[in-house]
């Protein structure tokens, strides 16, 4: 099987100056190692901050002042934190914690709670033309949600985090998220291991050939025409080679020609009943795609 790393661009350059703060942290934190045994006592109880590079999922109000930020670290997993004061018209966030923002993100973990505490964001990248646009935020929306559903807590997920911000970045790019969103739910499926074959039948075993195979979220595979049940959508073939395309290129390498709206949509609802099939839950944001 082909790897994602083979087709998602190369780390971000946009590191090196971090490397240099990163450094004079450590030697800071190192110091303080050093010091005498009142101020260690002191720093065990306020744990040493930890930086990431991130990837902000989702935020929720948090009573009257606060909110609670859902992101993706690169170095941490998924985790769930808290960031003071960040419903504050004044805040010291701005609008670094917007839906799928890249940043540089310093939390603090506390030893008796399951939520780490925001200190510091900074933005890396921002995608301000998909956030503020209806249509395209609805795309980033779904993308978010996929990955809250498929992304254990705390644990790396390194293919995971450069395809969505290979997703998110050609949302922005492009003005549009019919392309990305298809190829991002085709590629969480092939990473989550759930991808059947796509050219025959999961019951019967019968070549498609020229055929459509169809699915729905309560099977994980493909059925021929005989097969089909009652509710199945189409897969034609057209969007069967569209997933080869997929597999093979990486998002912003692709240009198609002509019009593949529906290979595309067909590919991307498939990818999706797949995604609800495994994680045994409906996607919530799924159903506002059509309104767009
Ligand atoms: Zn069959």
Request: hydrophobic fraction near 40%.
């Amino acid at each position: 099987m082909t790897k994602i790393f083979d087709y998602l661009p190369p780390e971000s350059c946009a590191t090196g100056k971090r490397v240099v703060r990163n450094l004079i942290r450590v030697c800071v934190l190192l110091s303080f190692d050093f010091a005498d045994g009142e101020s260690q006592s002191a720093r065990r109880q306020d744990m040493p901050a930890r930086e990431t590079e991130a990837i902000i999922l989702k935020t929720f109000p948090l009573g009257e002042a606060d909110r609670l930020v859902s992101f993706l670290g690169r170095s941490s997993g998924r985790l769930r934190g808290v960031a003071s004061g960040a419903r504050r018209l004044k805040n010291r966030y701005g609008s670094t914690l917007e839906i799928l923002s890249h940043v540089q993100l310093w939390y603090v973990e506390r030893e008796t709670r399951d939520l780490v505490r925001i200190q510091q964001c900074e933005l890396l990248e921002s995608f301000h033309r998909a956030q503020s646009d209806y249509g395209l935020s609805t795309g980033l929306a779904l993308i978010s949600e996929i990955s809250e559903r498929v992304l254990p807590e705390q644990e790396v997920a390194e293919p995971m985090f450069r395809l969505l911000l290979l997703a998110a970045r050609e949302v922005e790019r492009r003005g549009s998220w019919q392309l990305p969103l298809a190829y991002f739910a085709f590629w969480t499926v092939r990473l989550g291991g759930w991808l059947p074959p796509l050219d025959r039948c999961a019951e019967c075993g019968t070549g498609l050939g020229e055929h459509p195979g169809f699915h729905f979220s309560q099977s994980p595979g493909l059925l021929c025409e005989n097969c089909r049940k009652p509710g199945m959508r189409p897969l034609s073939k057209r969007g069967r080679e569209l997933a080869e395309v997929f597999a093979g290129k990486k998002l912003d390498q692709i240009e198609l020609a002509g019009d593949l709206t529906k290979p595309l949509s067909e590919l991307r609802e498939v990818a999706l009943s797949w995604i609800e099939f495994h994680t045994e839950r409906r996607l919530q944001t799924r159903e506002f795609l059509e309104t767009t």
